[in-house]
């Protein structure tokens, strides 16, 4: 039973460019959220997707969006990147409901020069 | 802004040694989940907790979720080198299926 799969694992862009990271959750989940995590702190909540719709959202701009297909991947888009985007991005899996355990992916390191 | 506070930020032991990570916040949560997560990879989910004063042990790991649902404990016996790593507890929030982490324990447990 395959878990969450994320790719690419790294990346390297440059300021002004966009991005787009992908995500596969564990089966049978079909619930996807996405979050940032800044070396040595705790990941940070971006948004969640459910049932191809962003149901919540963190406290981040609108250069980050994201997307959910059928089969519950899903996609998160960084448009016109900055230095401060550098980070390790995280997806997690689970089923819809605030006590559902969620399951990670081993995330996309991203850097930006 | 990070809801959950987490202390101690960093902990060095001695193998054998026995520590307490403690999560708080002002906020009530739904559920609260402990994770540990190893450098390069992602958080591996060891516990979740739904009930106040909820307590589950894990081999040598003992969870707590306060009664009020804001704050929680881990607590490791007789610590080992394969311990060591970043401890998040994430709580789950009723009005949402948003879970908020805490700031991260890095324990280092030392042979």
């Known amino acids: 039973d395959a878990g969450v799969t994320q790719s690419p694992t790294h990346l390297i862009k440059t300021r002004g460019q966009q991005v787009t990271l992908r995500c596969s959750p564990k089966?049978?989940?079909?619930?996807v959220s996405w979050y940032q995590q800044a070396l040595g702190q705790g990941p940070q909540f971006i948004f969640q997707?459910?049932?191809?719709?962003?149901?919540q959202r963190g406290n981040f701009p609108d250069r980050f969006s994201g997307h959910q297909f059928p089969n519950y991947s899903s996609e998160l888009n960084v448009n016109a990147l900055l230095l401060g985007d550098s980070a390790l991005y995280l997806c997690?899996?689970?089923?819809?409901?605030?006590?559902?355990?969620?399951?990670f992916g081993d995330g996309t390191r991203l850097s930006i020069l | 802004t990070q809801l959950l506070e987490q202390s101690p930020q960093f902990l060095s032991i001695q193998e054998g040694e026995n520590l307490t990570v403690y999560c708080n916040s002002s906020?009530?949560?739904?559920?609260l989940q402990w994770y540990r997560q190893e450098p390069g990879e992602g958080p591996v989910l060891l516990v979740t907790?739904?009930?106040?004063?909820e307590v589950k042990k894990l081999k040598r790991l003992t969870f707590q979720f306060g009664d009020a649902r804001k704050d929680s404990s881990l607590h490791i016996t007789a610590a080992q080198p394969g311990d060591t790593g970043l401890y998040l507890c994430?709580?789950?929030?009723?009005?949402?299926?948003?879970?908020?982490f805490g700031t991260g324990t890095s324990l280092t447990v030392i042979p």
């Open positions: 997690a899996s689970s089923l819809f409901g605030a006590t559902a355990a969620q399951h």
């Open positions: 089966s049978g989940h079909d619930t």
């Open positions: 997707y459910y049932e191809e719709e962003e149901r």
């Open positions: 906020s009530v949560f739904s559920s």
């Open positions: 907790v739904v009930t106040g004063g």
């Open positions: 994430a709580g789950g929030v009723y009005t949402g299926n948003q879970f908020y």
